[in-house]
């Protein structure tokens, strides 16, 4: 069946076609609000988060470019921002309630294993399973789970100075396997 | 510096030195911008959850609210930086017709601009410039015309508008000018051409939509330079 594209339906998202709109969010809000879960860890407040997320996707669509990356990537970085923005508000983060969301006992691989289907995710997941292990566990500690440098220390153990070394060389060289995308 | 600023690791006073050096450093700016679209695909790989029940619809009753209290600034600029630009490039078939209505030929159009430079007459000949009118996927679904006179007016043409919109909904044209106002203007569903006088000058719009009664874009036309 044929499908619209996701820039395509975020044109009309962003244009304020109702219908697009309804499809942007069904088509997203597993993801985003999985992303927001997983940094706020609260669901009441997942949904805050993953609510503003889509507001300001809309509000900011003029800034979407997709040269330098896909909606969903895009959309995936506001949903990040608005779940730290809430985290740092509110000071340290509460412990996980109801689900159990990943944590730095969670093999990031699983998490990458689990996305195997999705085409968009397949490339980086491989490039990230390529990284040495600390280096990984690091760069996904405070991406996925948005996590600071000072509570990977803390919970892992290591020199603050570690964890930010360890997350400066994932990240460039994954940017480097990539390819960097335009500026 | 780069991944800390692209991952936003950096407390509130790093980041206001790295924000004040990235200003000046083009270099470094453009080492952010790679890194923080690798940090974005980073997320790609994230995990799923299926949200409270209804939050598809508390999304969308958010997002009607805010483009309520938004949309005559944001929807003039709205849509993603690369469907700008191919609007923009796309002018060329936004259609300038000077007079012509009632003359109908170039030939025509030119004697008549020649009868006036020879009266030294400086009203500037009345002119119409036509844009589609597209859904937010890009489907065109009639024109919109932009009339300059006194009043300047405009015209909105969608033919099959009676069978795509429900009898008893609400809609409303919305011209928006360039300098962010915007006139309301009711409209039927019993009828598939409008037309409504401006305030101010023709040049002065910047796009023309129909809105449905929560505020909901159906369709519209660019007019902004």
Same mark, same amino acid.
């Given at each position: 069946m044929w499908e619209v594209s996701d820039e395509a339906l975020f044109a009309g998202y962003a244009s304020g076609d109702p219908e697009a709109a309804a499809q942007f969010v069904d088509r997203f809000q597993r993801r985003v609000f999985g992303l927001a879960l997983a940094i706020v860890r609260v669901p009441v407040d997942a949904e805050e988060v993953a609510q503003e997320a889509f507001v300001r996707a809309w509000r900011f669509?003029?800034?979407?470019?997709e040269r330098r990356g896909s909606v969903a990537a895009w959309l995936l970085g506001i949903t990040r921002n608005v779940a730290l923005d809430s985290v740092r508000g509110r000071g340290r983060r509460p412990e996980p309630v109801g689900d159990p969301v990943p944590d /730095?006992?969670?093999?990031?691989l699983d998490v990458a294993a689990a996305i195997e289907r999705r085409a968009d995710a397949r490339r980086v997941a491989e490039l990230m399973r390529a990284l040495p292990d600390p280096q990984r566990r690091a760069l996904v500690a405070v991406t /996925?789970?948005? /996590?600071s440098t000072r509570e990977v220390s803390e919970m892992a153990g290591i020199p603050q100075g570690t964890v930010k070394t360890r997350v400066r060389l994932a990240l460039r060289k994954l940017r480097d396997e990539m390819g960097a995308p335009i500026s | 510096m780069g991944p800390d600023v692209a991952l936003g690791l950096l407390t509130g006073e790093e980041r206001a030195v790295a924000l004040a050096h990235l200003e000046a450093c083009a270099a470094c700016r453009a080492e952010v911008a790679s890194l923080a679209g690798v940090a974005d695909e980073l997320l790609l790989t994230g995990p799923e959850a299926t949200p409270p029940e209804g939050f598809d619809r508390r999304v969308m009753a958010r997002l009607t609210e805010v483009r309520a209290r938004?949309?005559?600034?944001s929807t003039r600029r709205t849509g993603p930086a690369h469907l700008r630009r191919r609007r923009r490039a796309r002018r060329p078939d936004r259609r300038r017709l000077a007079v012509g209505a009632t003359l109908g030929a170039a030939a025509a159009a030119v004697v008549l601009v020649a009868a006036l430079v020879a009266n030294g007459d400086a009203t500037p000949a009345p002119t119409a410039e036509q844009a589609d009118m597209t859904t937010?996927?890009?489907?065109?679904v009639g024109t919109a015309t932009v009339h300059s006179g006194n009043p300047a007016t405009v015209a909105v043409d969608v033919p099959g508008w009676e069978d795509a919109v429900p009898e008893d909904a609400t809609y409303w044209l919305a011209v928006e000018m360039e300098d962010g106002s915007r006139t309301m203007t009711h409209i039927g569903t019993d009828a598939t051409w409008w037309k409504v006088p401006l305030q101010? $000058?023709? $040049?002065?719009?910047?796009s023309v939509s129909v809105l449905d009664g929560d505020g909901w874009v159906w369709c519209s036309a660019d007019f902004s330079a």
């Amino acid at each position: 069946m044929w499908e619209v594209s996701d820039e395509a339906l975020f044109a009309g998202y962003a244009s304020g076609d109702p219908e697009a709109a309804a499809q942007f969010v069904d088509r997203f809000q597993r993801r985003v609000f999985g992303l927001a879960l997983a940094i706020v860890r609260v669901p009441v407040d997942a949904e805050e988060v993953a609510q503003e997320a889509f507001v300001r996707a809309w509000r900011f669509a003029a800034s979407f470019d997709e040269r330098r990356g896909s909606v969903a990537a895009w959309l995936l970085g506001i949903t990040r921002n608005v779940a730290l923005d809430s985290v740092r508000g509110r000071g340290r983060r509460p412990e996980p309630v109801g689900d159990p969301v990943p944590d /730095l006992a969670v093999d990031p691989l699983d998490v990458a294993a689990a996305i195997e289907r999705r085409a968009d995710a397949r490339r980086v997941a491989e490039l990230m399973r390529a990284l040495p292990d600390p280096q990984r566990r690091a760069l996904v500690a405070v991406t /996925l789970w948005g /996590l600071s440098t000072r509570e990977v220390s803390e919970m892992a153990g290591i020199p603050q100075g570690t964890v930010k070394t360890r997350v400066r060389l994932a990240l460039r060289k994954l940017r480097d396997e990539m390819g960097a995308p335009i500026s | 510096m780069g991944p800390d600023v692209a991952l936003g690791l950096l407390t509130g006073e790093e980041r206001a030195v790295a924000l004040a050096h990235l200003e000046a450093c083009a270099a470094c700016r453009a080492e952010v911008a790679s890194l923080a679209g690798v940090a974005d695909e980073l997320l790609l790989t994230g995990p799923e959850a299926t949200p409270p029940e209804g939050f598809d619809r508390r999304v969308m009753a958010r997002l009607t609210e805010v483009r309520a209290r938004e949309a005559p600034r944001s929807t003039r600029r709205t849509g993603p930086a690369h469907l700008r630009r191919r609007r923009r490039a796309r002018r060329p078939d936004r259609r300038r017709l000077a007079v012509g209505a009632t003359l109908g030929a170039a030939a025509a159009a030119v004697v008549l601009v020649a009868a006036l430079v020879a009266n030294g007459d400086a009203t500037p000949a009345p002119t119409a410039e036509q844009a589609d009118m597209t859904t937010g996927v890009g489907k065109v679904v009639g024109t919109a015309t932009v009339h300059s006179g006194n009043p300047a007016t405009v015209a909105v043409d969608v033919p099959g508008w009676e069978d795509a919109v429900p009898e008893d909904a609400t809609y409303w044209l919305a011209v928006e000018m360039e300098d962010g106002s915007r006139t309301m203007t009711h409209i039927g569903t019993d009828a598939t051409w409008w037309k409504v006088p401006l305030q101010s $000058g023709a $040049g002065d719009v910047a796009s023309v939509s129909v809105l449905d009664g929560d505020g909901w874009v159906w369709c519209s036309a660019d007019f902004s330079a």
